[in-house]
C-alpha cells in the first residue's frame, strides 16, 4: 500500500471514530432517562421466582379455598379441600413442591420503554433464570423437545413460554405462571358466529369445564377470552388467570358475566377434584378485545387449585 493510501485509511479511521463518538455523545444525551438493568439480574429474579411459585400459594387463592371449605356442605368435598389446604401448609413449611407437575413455565414481562437491558441476551438469561431455579429447588422437568416423535427432556424445564409487553416508565416486572398439564391440557378454542353472542359464550365455557371433569384438579380459576382473533383470544384466556381472585373486571357487563358463569360452573356438580359439591370453580375471570364484525372467538383457559404465581417488580 502506498503512502497515499495509508494516509487515506488513517484519515476514514478517525473520521469513523469521530463519528462513532458523536453518535455515543447523542445517544447518550437523548436517552439519559434510560434506566439500565443487568440481565443477570433478571437470571436471578428468574430463579427465585421459580422457586417461591412453586412452594407458596398466593394468599388470595388460599382466602377462597377456605372460603370454598366453609360453604361447602358435601363431606367427600370436604375432605378434599382439607386435603388441599393441608397440602399448602406442608409445601411452605417444607419449602417443597405444591404439586409434582411443577408445569411449563409462563413468564410474563412488562418491559417499560425507558428500560435499557444490558449485559447480555434477555431471553437466554431467562433461560438460564428457570434452568437454575428447577435445578436448585428439585422441581421436576418436563418440557420435552421433538414434540411429535422422540419426546426427549430438555433436563431444566427449559424453555419457557415469554409473552412480553412494552409499558410507560423504566421498570421491569416479572410474573411466572408455572401451568401444569393436568388443566392445560383442557384448554379450548372455539370461533363463534356472532350471532351466537353471549349465550354462545355460556355454553361453550359450561360444555368444556363439564367435559374436562376432574383432569384440570378443580377447584379451578376459569380463564376466558373474547375477542380478537384467533391466537390473541387464548393469550387474554391465560391472561386472565393473573388477576387475583375476587378482582373483577372493571367493565361492568363483563363483570357481571363473571359472576353469571361462575355461578353456573358451581352449579354443575363437579366439585372438588370431581368428587361432587359446589366448589368446582373459586373464581372466573374474562378479559375482552374487539374483534372483527365476522367472528366471535372464545378461548378457555383453565387453571387448577394449585395455582402458582409469583411477580417481582425490578
Known amino acids: 500500500m502506498n503512502a497515499h493510501a495509508i494516509d487515506e485509511v488513517c484519515s476514514f479511521q478517525e473520521h469513523s471514530g469521530a463519528l462513532a ?3 455515543g455523545d447523542v445517544g447518550r444525551n437523548m436517552g439519559g432517562n434510560m434506566r439500565d438493568i443487568q440481565v443477570s439480574e433478571i437470571t436471578e429474579t428468574v430463579a427465585r421466582l421459580s422457586q417461591e411459585a412453586n412452594y407458596y ?8 379455598l377456605k372460603k370454598a371449605r366453609r360453604d361447602e356442605e358435601a363431606p367427600r368435598a370436604q375432605k378434599v379441600l382439607d386435603m388441599i389446604l393441608l397440602n399448602s401448609e406442608i409445601a411452605a413449611e417444607k419449602q417443597i413442591a405444591l404439586c409434582q407437575d411443577t408445569g411449563t413455565t409462563v413468564l410474563f414481562l412488562e418491559i417499560g420503554q425507558d428500560v435499557h437491558l444490558v449485559g447480555g441476551d434477555l431471553t437466554k438469561a431467562l433461560a438460564e433464570g428457570v434452568r437454575l431455579g428447577y435445578k436448585e429447588g428439585f422441581l421436576r422437568n418436563s418440557m420435552v423437545t421433538q414434540p411429535f416423535s422422540a419426546r426427549l427432556n430438555t433436563g431444566d424445564n427449559t424453555p419457557p ?6 409499558v410507560p416508565g423504566e421498570a421491569l416486572k416479572i410474573t411466572i405462571l408455572p401451568k401444569g398439564g393436568g388443566c392445560e391440557n383442557m384448554s379450548r378454542l372455539a370461533i363463534l358466529r356472532p350471532g351466537d353472542g353471549k349465550k354462545g359464550i355460556i355454553d361453550f365455557t359450561l360444555r368444556t369445564i363439564e367435559e374436562s371433569g376432574g383432569n384440570p384438579c378443580p377447584p379451578l380459576i376459569v380463564g ?9 383470544v387464548m393469550h387474554l ?21 363473571e359472576e353469571e358463569l361462575l355461578e353456573l360452573v358451581n352449579a354443575s356438580g363437579i366439585g372438588p377434584q370431581a368428587w361432587g359439591g359446589r366448589s368446582t370453580a373459586l373464581a372466573v375471570n374474562i ?14 383457559n383453565l387453571q387448577c387449585h394449585s395455582a402458582r404465581q409469583k411477580t417481582a417488580v425490578l
Not at 400459594?57 to 377462597?64: G, I, M, T
Not at 413460554?161 to 412494552?166: A, G, Q
Not at 376466558?224 to 390473541?232: K, L, N, P, S
Not at 391465560?238 to 375476587?246: A, D, E, T
Open 21 to 23: 463518538a458523536f453518535w
Open 57 to 64: 400459594l398466593p394468599e388470595d387463592v388460599l382466602d377462597a
Open 161 to 166: 413460554i415469554v409473552h412480553t409487553d412494552i
Open 224 to 232: 376466558v377470552g373474547i375477542g380478537g382473533t384467533a391466537e390473541h
Open 237 to 257: 384466556a391465560k391472561k386472565s388467570l393473573l388477576r387475583k381472585v375476587g378482582e373483577h373486571n372493571p367493565d361492568q357487563e363483563v363483570a357481571d358475566l
Open 287 to 300: 378479559e375482552t378485545h374487539p374483534t372483527h364484525i365476522t367472528s366471535l372467538p372464545v378461548g378457555v
